[in-house]
């Protein structure tokens, strides 16, 4: 698999099974995912909630001075301050994030990017104004065929651009979620830290991280369809390298445990004590599809997991536990989750060209002792 | 190179050189560093000082029954609660804490552990209440050797133990640092994070990470030296694996710089614009030991940076920057610092059989267009 560069000259070594090359180590030394352990707390601790950063962390000395255009095809071009958008209404939504990437390390061939284990997943409490009044303001034209969320990182993916995202009219005022996209300047009621986004964030509920902008400087409405690279180029989910493909939007219906027992400290596998062990795991899906049934398995012999109740907030994921009697030897966990809508998570990876939308059960080794 | 494993049954693969093994890039995805752009900020934002998670973070639902032990080889044996030790007189104190294996990763052949790059530091302003009046209350006896912190980590490194690591009873209690040692409940004014070592942790402030216990439980007085895993199994200096080495302690001198220029999100590399760059960075070293001099290089010319102001603390870094003139091509960039010592980082990787104690200049290839 190829993947452009920036420096012809200093090409990257390519890998796409197995071993992984040091440009992936790279991205897995500099991103970060969720420790599972830490899944038994309902809201993500500050700096556990995963974290892709595509470009580099825009270092703002003065957020007073950051402003949020609007402009495009609307009625009324204008700015706004990060105080004007603190006096506006407020809210605080939790809500469950994950990277679309996710799983993309269990893929083979793997395509050249963050080599995600299980674990890009957060849940936040999320604390903005809503974006849809502010689309009504600024008087979105009948001409506007997207609108475009732009942040202040800009790098290089082939071409060089700044971080843009797109949202369709339709999804931004009238869907199912639109009352619930948030402009966020606070998260687990702290301000915004630089790496989540500081000062303004998008965040568009139910959807994979990619939609909720970082750094949010501007809102476009255009009379064409956005083509940027990180709505095009990437967050397509393809069969093949010429499928024209079908861009990733919603969570894909998703669970995980809590490895129980006792890690080894470099090959991360556990050791469990024989007799009964309560497993706990967390158990979400997009678009605020609720959770209907999660299942716990060892060596494939699937069991019914305890649904604890749902949060407040239909986007945040959903605690479970079971109850399994563990017996001596070397065994394989599994759990997995069903949605609302029948949607249940596959026991095998799918195939995705970019390693987009894996939600294949968690698999979990251990030795019972 | 081998190392000891859990499950003989289910060997890891380990490498040594080049490409990393599935089991070094899930702990790459697991164990994380600073992004090297947020050394612009004074004190590490949360969830951006890096992170090294032996085992599991434990989980401390009610941090109220949480108690530390003072036993062994002292007078008076007891207990404190976190509510016990917060009425002790509160210090906060500016540390920068690194990994003893930062740089790994640059190493050739390359122990099996987390392949750090550079990105394994941060610095906090830590609470807490110094330990060595504690010390004083509890009474240790003469016939102490070895102080032992252990904490509630627990899982495997060839042997199943409790992370637990000692200090001399002398640096604990004569030593020049010694009055700076805390026991700390919060981090940068807010309570510990979890996967910090809530609800208490030591911080050695001065000495490489693995000297901070995490989720503190215990400190014991020994009649003897302690030979722990982590004491004498591993963070010891050795130069051939029949070498007896040395213990690692102080951090030693070192200096990084935010990577100028705009980045590519696969391989990380750089491109600038031509014309006046200012560099910024940070140096350290261990000790409380100052930083004397920092020097930047373009291709090997070395010219000497500029000195921000040293913060309060003689453990936290010192900020520096430079005007750097950038000329179209590609370039290599370096910085170094020198301490009060006069001691002054190589520009070649040093040999450490188990990849501790890695100061080389760090090195920045940049495409100037």
């Known amino acids: 698999m190829d993947r452009p560069h920036l420096f012809p000259s200093l090409p990257s070594k390519v890998h796409t099974d197995g071993d992984f090359s040091p440009d992936e180590t790279r991205l897995a ?3 970060h995912g969720i420790l599972l352990e830490t899944l038994r707390h309902d809201v993500t601790p500050a700096g556990m909630h995963y974290l892709l950063t595509h470009f580099d962390v825009p270092y703002v000395p003065d957020p007073e001075t950051w402003t949020l255009n609007f402009g495009g095809q ?3 071009p204008h700015a706004l301050s990060l105080a004007d958008i603190r006096a506006l209404p407020q809210r605080t939504l939790r809500v469950t994030l994950e990277c679309a990437g996710n799983g993309r390390s269990f893929g083979s061939p793997r395509w050249p990017s963050m080599p995600w284990g299980d674990c890009a997943v957060g849940t936040s409490e999320w604390t903005g104004t809503a974006l849809k009044p ?9 001409s506007a065929r997207d609108l475009v969320f732009t942040g202040a990182d800009r790098g290089f993916d082939g071409v060089e651009h700044d971080y843009a995202r797109s949202l369709t009219p339709a999804a931004a005022l009238t869907g199912a979620q639109s009352d619930d996209i948030l ?7 702290q301000p915004l830290l630089p790496q989540h986004g500081a000062p303004l964030r998008l965040v568009m509920p139910g959807w994979y991280g ?9 809102i476009d409405a255009i009379d ?6 990180q709505q095009t180029g990437t967050y397509v989910y393809k069969q093949t390298s010429d499928d024209p493909g079908t861009p990733v939007t919603a969570i894909r219906v998703k669970s995980l445990m809590v490895p129980p027992g006792l890690p080894d400290w470099y090959t991360r596998k556990r050791a469990v004590t024989a007799g009964p062990v309560k497993v706990h795991g967390r158990a979400w899906s997009g678009n605020g599809v609720p959770i209907r049934r999660v299942e716990f398995a060892c060596d494939g ?3 019914d997991a305890t649904l604890e109740a749902q949060a407040s907030s ?6 479970w536990s079971c109850m399994w009697d563990a017996v001596r030897g070397e065994h394989n966990l599994q759990c997995r989750a069903t949605d609302a809508n029948g949607c249940v998570q596959p026991v095998e990876q799918r195939w995705d060209r970019n390693g987009f939308g894996n939600n294949m059960a968690q698999r979990v080794p251990v030795l019972v002792r």
Request: glycine fraction near 8%; proline fraction near 4%.
């Open 314 to 319: 239909p986007y945040a994921w959903r605690g």
């Open 301 to 303: 012999v699937w069991q």
């Open 210 to 218: 990619m939609a909720s902008v970082k750094w949010l400087t501007r």
């Open 29 to 31: 030394n500099r991103n």
């Open 74 to 76: 609307v009625q009324t």
């Open 224 to 229: 064409h369809a956005f083509a940027g690279h």
């Open 134 to 142: 502010l689309l009504a303001r600024a008087g979105v034209l009948p």
């Open 183 to 189: 402009l966020v300047t606070a998260m687990n009621g």
